[in-house]
């Protein structure tokens, strides 16, 4: 078993209620420095998977490693603190907290990681505000004040900040149009090189696939979704994205 | 870092924080007013009279007796002859005796006639004795001496000359203008009605009272009702008016011609100006007639424990109706008919401080089907379940903090304008200070129930933050 691999799974098996199990994967893993495309349907589980992967929940059976370590054997706070400094993560939308500003949004990830800021995150913001395509200013800003666009490679920057070896990315493009999508993964793979880091990129849209490494489907990788993609039960297992509901 | 966020959390939710801090502001300054008034007004009450054992005067209820003699509030129909000061005094246990004669008024505060015995015995707060700062105390009947706050409200300074009101009242239209009196003597702050009150000789107050009569007699009969004490002074002076020696009556007058130059330009309010503090030879501290009436008696022993059997004596007594009472039982007694509405009062203001906490735990509860979202990207960025907690936390202390601060703040304000209304009409002196052990308990026990209050948003978010079920 290659305990050095960026995710390893093995044997996992998670549901919410017992009745109703949403994964069950016999073993998947993501090589170090790859860049790998998980495509599936919203509803089947992917996640549930990201939510694994990151810490936030934990399988019923089974090992999942990331970055070598044992995140499912972790105590809840080591977790949390493994999540902060290790894996970065970019969501479909609302990543930021919207009342403070970019650079306290910033701030904060790296006040998470239990670490004393280093002074070489200046130089290294400055450089991923670069490659975003941002101005310094935007720093003052209210995060409610940007546009869509710039929240998400605002989120990127957040995502980035700790120099995380993982950098989970779930359906970010869905709410950008076309010609921000294209400039959007580019931007993404241009960090992603300079970073070295993982990516796994989560997404249904089979059109963004171009350049990734490997392409990963869910079916193929977890057995009650190959089952299950017809009958799917829908809004159970969704990122903070279903959060719209109750702000409506 | 975590308190940015929540700085910045309430801030973007600032008209239902800002309402949630008034709420609690209001109930906060009620419990603290409440409170500090219930604490000074007991210490303010008790501290007024010490090492009196009995206060004689004539017959009335108890509290009457104590309110009139010590207070200056209220009145007291009769009055008694001053030979009953020597009838006590015969007494083996009685140690001295003070008389008080009250009535008269001078700009809004309390004249009181007594005698140099007054200076010499009455005390207050934890047995201390009274103190003239500046000045003497009465060596002629035309002297006063002012309590502090006279003093100092009025501008008078020594050797003033100041003319006393007929009755009880600020503005009274009837005024002993004829017989101005000599400023001596200021006595130190007490903080009890001592300081609201211009203490001058029986021998003065009845000089005053005579050239009114004098006055009277002459044709001058102002059209104005008179008080119960003013007519209790009226009809009672009419035996001891032949006692006077002649000269009394003439002299006031050619006093006030003398002094007239000194009146303009003078810095403060006097009427007159005297230019000696050397007693006055024209106004000699006569004997006090034995009629004169006087309003009550402190009585001191020689043995306290004989106090209960002096009282029954007094009470008993079948050729004067005269009332005996213990300064301290009265005071109790009083204070046990105001404490109910006292612990009513406190019951009340805790009520509303609880209701508001409330206030603050449903207003931090609605906004956290908002704040899911929120909570979700901090569990993303790493933050555990329980600094999700502790911010909700940290916000609701940080509301009631405000609010306790504002509160403090507004009281002090508030206490400090109504500091000296509360004195003069009321007799209640505060301090500004509310940090006493009471109040910071009190503090701390809203800050209890805060912390107990938000529990509730803060468990949810918490339970927000582990099922992570958004």
């Known amino acids: 078993m290659d305990k050095l691999a960026a995710i390893n799974i093995q044997n996992c098996h998670f549901a919410y209620a017992p009745d109703k199990p949403i994964l069950q994967i016999p073993s998947f893993v993501i090589a170090p420095g790859t860049t790998v495309f998980l495509r599936g349907p919203s509803g089947s589980g992917k996640s549930t998977l990201l939510q694994l992967c990151t810490g936030m929940l934990l399988p019923q059976s089974g090992q999942i490693h990331v970055l070598g370590e044992s995140i499912s054997t972790l105590s809840a706070s080591a977790r949390d603190r493994f999540r902060a400094a290790n894996i970065g993560v970019v969501l479909q939308q609302f990543n930021l907290i919207d009342y403070l500003s970019v650079y306290d949004n910033i701030k904060l990830a790296q006040h998470f990681t239990h670490q004393d800021p280093p002074t070489q995150h200046t130089a290294y913001l400055d450089e991923l505000l670069q490659a975003l395509r941002l101005s310094p200013e935007i720093q003052q800003q209210k995060a409610n004040a940007l546009s869509v666009g710039q929240q998400q490679r605002v989120a990127i920057l957040r995502a980035l900040i700790n120099r995380p070896k993982l950098l989970i990315v779930d359906e970010p493009t869905s709410a950008l149009d076309e010609a921000a999508k294209t400039s959007f993964m580019e931007t993404l793979f241009t960090l992603q090189r300079m970073t070295c880091c993982t990516l796994l990129f989560v997404s249904h849209d089979m059109r963004l696939t171009k350049g990734f490494d490997r392409v990963v489907d869910l079916a193929d990788i977890d057995d009650i979704s190959t089952a299950a993609v017809s009958t799917a039960d829908t809004g159970l297992n969704e990122w903070p994205n279903t959060s719209i509901k109750g702000v409506q | ?470």
């Open chain 2, 1 to 470: 870092m975590l308190i940015k966020v929540a700085v910045e959390s309430l801030k973007n939710r600032r008209s239902s924080v800002l309402l949630t801090i008034f709420a609690l502001t209001i109930s906060i300054s009620l419990l603290l007013t409440v409170e500090h008034i219930r604490h000074q007004a007991k210490a303010s009450f008790t501290r007024t009279v010490s090492g009196v054992d009995l206060i004689v005067g004539p017959r009335t209820g108890a509290l009457n007796l104590l309110l009139f003699s010590v207070y200056h509030k209220g009145s007291i129909g009769s009055s008694m002859a001053y030979n009953t000061r020597s009838l006590l005094s015969q007494n083996k246990h009685v140690e001295w005796t003070i008389p008080v004669s009250l009535g008269d008024t001078h700009r809004g505060f309390s004249v009181l006639g007594t005698t140099n015995d007054f200076f010499q015995h009455f005390q207050y707060g934890l047995n201390q004795p009274l103190q003239i700062i500046q000045g003497r105390s009465f060596a002629a009947s035309n002297e006063a001496v002012l309590g502090a706050t006279v003093a100092k409200k009025l501008g008078y300074t020594l050797l003033d000359g100041i003319i006393l009101a007929h009755g009880l009242g600020s503005v009274s239209f009837k005024q002993h203008t004829d017989f101005p009196l000599k400023v001596v003597g200021i006595l130190a702050a007490t903080g009890t009605p001592v300081d609201e009150t211009v203490h001058i000789p029986l021998q003065g107050l009845a000089a005053a009272h005579g050239t009114e009569k004098h006055t009277q007699q002459s044709g001058f009969t102002p059209k104005i009702a008179l008080t119960q004490s003013a007519m209790r002074k009226a009809t009672t002076r009419h035996a001891d008016a032949d006692h006077r020696p002649a000269h009394q009556h003439e002299t006031p007058h050619k006093h006030g011609d003398k002094h007239a130059h000194n009146h303009t330009g003078h810095h403060n309010s006097a009427e007159h100006r005297f230019t000696s503090l050397a007693p006055d030879p024209q106004h000699p501290l006569d004997e006090i007639s034995a009629t004169e009436p006087i309003s009550a008696i402190h009585v001191g022993l020689t043995n306290p424990i004989a106090v209960l059997s002096l009282q029954q004596k007094i009470n008993q007594n079948k050729d004067i109706p005269l009332s005996a009472i213990l300064p301290g039982i009265v005071l109790n007694e009083l204070w046990q008919l105001v404490s109910f509405i006292e612990k009513l009062l406190l019951g009340i203001a805790w009520l509303i401080v609880v209701a508001s906490c409330i206030g603050l735990a449903t207003m931090l509860l609605a906004s956290m089907r908002e704040r899911t979202r929120e909570i979700a990207i901090l569990r993303t960025i790493g933050a555990a379940p329980k600094t999700i907690f502790l911010l909700l936390q940290i916000e609701a202390l940080g509301i009631v903090i405000t609010a306790i601060l504002i509160s403090i703040f507004s009281v002090t304000g508030v206490l400090f304008f109504l500091q000296s209304w509360l004195a003069s009409t009321l007799g209640l002196y505060l301090t500004l200070n509310l940090f006493t052990l009471s109040t910071s308990v009190i503090l701390l026990g809203i800050l209890a129930v805060t912390c107990i209050c938000s529990l509730i948003p803060a468990i949810k978010g918490y339970q927000n933050a582990l099922t992570n079920r958004l």
